[in-house]
């Protein structure tokens, strides 16, 4: 019971940034703690900073030993409703994948209750940074940064940073100190869809749509040549300009 208080007053000091907020227990054995109705009322304030607590028994055999069942039966009553949904009996070598692999996969079965299945959070955060399967859509998330070397979206570096000094001073990854929420991210930029057909040719990175109507994001905008031959648009790189364009049509 100390332990989950513990964690709920961890959140409760944490920056209200907008991120799920989820608590993993695994053991692989029982879950000793006598007083019930502490861990009943530490489970009620976790409840109240909106964190999901999922329970993972972990065994070395196929079969569930009485160790294993044992186990279940104790660490059940610490994890969120539905319980079934927000707890798993696993092979050890199964956690990395079925456990962390999957937290963030709407398809999975902890990832599924932590991500909504159209990609935003089932408690209207942020999605993860891995969903933005477009360059525009990756940068206009102020916690996400664009990869040329993978064509992958993925968490900013600007994350990392704890301390508004150190966040003001990573200029070279655009970081931004967000007062109110106590929190390092990336400055905020805007997306080429919010643009107007008269402002979109003003923005470097916009171009308007084929029929002129709407502002959408310009193609092959890669810093690296890596990047830009593994474009799926059908980029080539200009080893003369460093510059990464679209291949011109040959019909």
Excluded at 46 to 62: C, I
Excluded at 72 to 100: A, G, W, Y
Excluded at 157 to 173: G, K, S, V
Excluded at 190 to 203: F, Y
Aim: aromatic share 4%; charged share 25%.
């Amino acid at each position: 019971a100390k332990g989950l208080t513990d964690v709920a007053q961890m959140f409760h000091a944490s920056p209200n940034d907008g991120r799920q907020r989820v608590l993993i227990i695994i053991t692989d054995g029982q879950v000793f703690d006598p007083d019930t109705q502490a861990v009943l009322q530490a489970r009620g304030e976790l409840d109240k900073e909106r964190v999901q607590v999922f329970g993972v028994v972990v065994r070395k055999a196929t079969a569930h030993t009485a160790i294993d069942d044992l186990a279940e039966q104790t660490l059940k009553p610490m994890v969120s409703v539905p319980k079934d949904d927000h707890f798993q009996n696993l092979m050890i070598d199964e956690v990395p994948t079925l456990v962390l692999g999957e937290i963030c996969d709407p398809n999975g079965k902890f990832g599924r209750l932590v991500v909504g299945t159209n990609g935003s959070s089932s408690t209207g955060v942020n999605k993860p940074c891995k969903q933005h399967t477009l360059m525009g859509a990756c940068n206009a998330d102020s916690g996400c940064a664009w990869y040329d070397a993978t064509l992958s979206c993925a968490d900013t570096p600007c994350m990392q940073h704890c301390e508004e000094i150190p966040c003001r001073n990573d200029t070279a990854n655009k970081c931004a100190w967000d007062s109110t929420k106590g929190l390092c991210q990336k400055e905020p930029q805007v997306g080429c869809d919010s643009l107007s057909a008269g402002e979109c040719p003003k923005n470097p990175k916009c171009e308007l749509s084929k029929d002129n109507t709407t502002c959408v994001d310009k193609k092959c905008l890669h810093d690296t040549e890596q990047g830009c031959v593994a474009d799926p648009d059908k980029c080539v790189w200009n080893n003369i300009d460093q510059e990464c364009t679209e291949k011109p049509c040959n019909h």
